[in-house]
């Protein structure tokens, strides 16, 4: 049986990314897709990015991921920027926009979101947002996407359109990591979302820790109650 993980928006959260690793390399997942947003509001970008690329089969870029590498100030991108070293920041800058592949005899498009798409697609949209996300890059069978922090699944003229949740900054009341999966066996598919617990208090600590953190206090705000705080820039 063929397993596929896809996982996104860490967003520089350690102990996050690190119960993801575990519980994928526990289920004995060799086959990893990431989907952007490795940095930003989180501390331990430079780690994160260390560990998506040891993970992952494959990485696409995320909002984030190039606000950071590129030459924009507001959103504290000049603080996260400076956690990273030239090698990891031409890292992002040379990340995709998207990827494909095929499982159980479909075609499945994968890439982050915003950059791509002019706003986020939320589950409760309506067909003609569900219709543009889907073609966004292309025609597929499947399409699985990030950047809403919202983990959903809907069907929309028999294609299927995922959000894999966020892997460390859940914004729909969950505080758990959330990834996704895809079971291949023959031309049968199974999906499920997995949601893990993980050390929410480590991450506020070293959040806390870091000095001159951009958001710091909503930032731990949204890791303690999964509710999005709105960025403010500084």
Known sequence: MRQIAFFADVHGNLPAMEAVAADIRRR?????????????????G???LEMV??????AVYGNWDRLVSGNYQGHGSGWFRSRLSEEQLGYLRGLPRDLELWV????????HGRFTIPRVVMPYDGRKEIRQAQAA???ADITVMADAHHPFLVMN????LV????????????????YFILREEGSTLESCHIRLDYDVERAVALALEAEALPMQEEY????????YMRFKPR
Not at 28 to 44: A, N, T
């Open 28 to 44: 004995g997942i060799e086959e990893v897709y990431f989907l952007g947003d490795m940095v930003g509001k989180g501390p331990s």
């Open 46 to 48: 430079a780690e994160v």
């Open 53 to 58: 690329r040891t993970i992952s089969t494959q």
């Open 104 to 111: 159980a005899g479909r075609h499945l498009r994968a890439y």
């Open 137 to 139: 890059v292309g025609e």
């Open 157 to 160: 003229e028999g294609k299927m």
């Open 163 to 178: 959000n894999t949740g966020s892997a460390g900054n859940p914004c729909d009341l969950v505080p758990k990591c959330s």
């Open 220 to 227: 731990v705000q949204e890791l303690r109650r999964g509710v």
